[in-house]
């Protein structure tokens, strides 16, 4: 007869690994990236040249047919995200914690050569392609100069 003793054992749960870290960038127009001078909770997550690096954090499930969910945590402190306003659709840095309910998630549909970022908020991240000007979300009938197609 074999018995086993129990063995307690520590584990350890952290948030899923990064996809990529790097720059999220405009794949049309001028190719600029999210970036901005702050990354202070409510700062303005703007189209700059170069950007920031951001790590694209697996949250490990999945939304809006079947698209992985992420969070996009900026490299230098990963307490912080790109998210929406409460209330407005423009993109600003969010504390990460919050996940939908601080509108920090985001869906990602890769095209190959682009992807597409779909906040729970509602609406797909976007650039109007002019340097400074503050990231937005808009639903996908957006016509007047928008461009949503990111590298990835």
Known sequence: MITFAAIPVAVTITA???LAA????????LGDCAGGGSISIGAPVTLEPGGRVIDEVAQNFTCCGGWPVFQLKFNENPARCIG???????????????GDSSRVNWAREDFGNYVIWFNNRG?????????????????????????FKWSG
């Open 123 to 147: 609406g797909l991240l976007t650039s109007h392609n002019i340097p400074g000007q503050q990231l937005f979300v808009v639903p996908t009938a957006c016509t007047q100069n928008c461009f």
């Open 84 to 98: 929406v306003a409460a209330t407005s659709n423009n993109v600003t840095v969010r504390d990460c914690s919050g």
């Open 16 to 18: 899923g690994p990064a």
């Open 22 to 29: 790097g720059d999220i960038c405009n794949v049309n127009g």
